[in-house]
Structure formats: structure tokens, C-alpha cells
């Protein structure tokens, strides 16, 4: 079956530091790849995705490559601020198949001013 | 543009009682997709409407149904609910299956 995993949080950070997210998945089909973000009381909002092999995809300062050879998206920025403070999730969904998207189970992000 | 709404945002109910919750896709949107999130289970596909029609269901009992009406507008319904049924209900919508999907705020559901 599909399946994403995700880094282990909660992660806290100092404002300005280097942010990476690590997300593996597993995938019976040729998937995209998605990073969502959901902040307190809110839904989920789309931060990026990549639909194919070596693809880079970027928001807000946000970024990850579609790492085929090592079933990767890990997320990275380069210089986190207070407002980035929000669980991430990392999810995926098989092309030419259905809406359906698999998700990781969620990193707590809490960056400290 | 308006985003996907969903109605209402709050909800309080009791063993036993059925609920039915709304979700308003983005204009022109046709596929709309239901997600239910816990804390222990984290985000759950539940099932998936395009064109009226259901073209996908996750894992879950009988007692979890959807509809989807010509305009788009989709319902879900859980009956004869239980204490676990509490948690975030999301919808989302996509133009085709192409296209990311976008979701709206969720409703709460709580089960006293």
C-alpha cells in the first residue's frame, strides 16, 4: 500500500535557524507529493508540491525535491520566523488515480523569538 | 475567490444521535473529498465525490455516508454516532484530479 513518513516532532527552533522536515514514503503507483501546513484552529493549506521525479517545489521560502532514487520530500528553509509555527504534514497521491491523499502523521513546528 | 467552506464550524452531539455536515467547494471545483483528523489516527481519508458520483471510499463503517449534489455541494452523514467519531472533519476540493486539492476549516464534531 502507500504510506509517508514523517519526522517525529514536536521540533522547536530558534528564529532565523535552518529548518529540514524529513519525509520518506512508500508508493504502489507513481506518485505527487505535497506539503501541507495547518495552522491552530485552521484547515489545511497547500505550502507546495512536485509532481514528478527531481522536481523542486518552493513557497514562502519553503522548499523540497522529489528525491525518486531515495523516496524522499524532505522539507528545508533556510531561515525560520515566529509566524512558521504550525504542524506540517507531508502527503502524497498516485497519479492517474484518485484524489485520495495519503498523509504523514504531522510535525509540531514552534520556532521561539 | 472564495475558498471551501464548510458549515457549521462547531458541533455538539450525543451517543446515538446522527449529524450531517456541509461543505461548499471553490466555483468550478467538481471533486470534493472528505478527511477525518485525530489526534491518535491523525488524517483519514473518508471518501471522495466527483460529479455526483463516489469514485473512491476509505476504511471506514457503514455508518459514514456522503453525497454529492449537482452544483457540487457535498454532505457527509455518520449515524447512531459514538464517542470515537469525535474529531476534525475536513473537505476539500480540486478542479480535476490533477490539481492539488484545497480544504476549508473542518467542523468540530464532539460526542458527550
Not at chain 1, 30 to 39: A, M, N
Request: glycine fraction near 10%.
Amino acid at each position: 500500500g502507500n504510506s509517508v513518513t514523517q519526522m517525529e516532532g514536536p521540533v522547536t527552533l530558534s528564529e532565523e535557524a535552518f529548518l529540514t522536515i524529513n519525509c520518506t514514503y512508500t508508493a504502489t503507483g507513481y506518485p505527487s507529493l505535497f506539503w501541507y501546513v495547518q495552522y491552530p484552529g485552521e484547515g489545511l493549506q497547500l505550502l507546495l508540491k512536485a509532481t514528478k521525479a527531481d522536481d523542486k517545489g518552493s513557497n514562502k521560502g519553503f522548499e523540497a525535491t522529489y528525491r525518486k532514487e531515495t523516496t524522499s520530500f524532505h522539507l528545508e528553509k533556510g531561515s525560520v520566523q515566529v509566524s512558521d509555527s504550525a504542524v506540517y504534514f507531508c502527503a502524497l497521491r498516485i497519479n492517474f488515480g484518485n484524489e485520495k491523499l495519503t498523509f504523514g502523521t504531522g510535525t509540531r513546528l514552534t520556532i521561539i523569538p | 475567490k472564495a475558498g471551501v467552506t464548510q458549515t457549521p464550524r462547531y458541533l455538539i452531539k450525543t451517543r446515538g444521535q446522527q449529524v450531517t455536515l456541509s461543505c461548499s467547494p471553490i466555483s468550478g471545483h467538481r471533486s470534493v473529498s472528505w478527511y477525518q483528523q485525530t489526534p491518535g489516527q491523525g488524517l483519514q481519508f473518508l471518501f471522495e465525490y466527483f460529479s455526483e458520483t463516489q469514485r473512491n471510499k476509505g476504511n471506514f463503517p457503514g455508518r459514514f455516508s456522503g453525497r454529492q449534489f449537482s452544483n457540487s455541494r457535498s454532505e457527509m452523514n455518520v449515524s447512531t454516532l459514538e464517542l470515537g467519531d469525535s474529531a476534525l472533519y475536513l473537505c476539500a476540493s480540486s478542479m480535476t484530479a490533477d490539481q492539488p486539492q484545497h480544504f476549508g476549516d473542518g467542523t468540530r464534531l464532539s460526542i458527550l
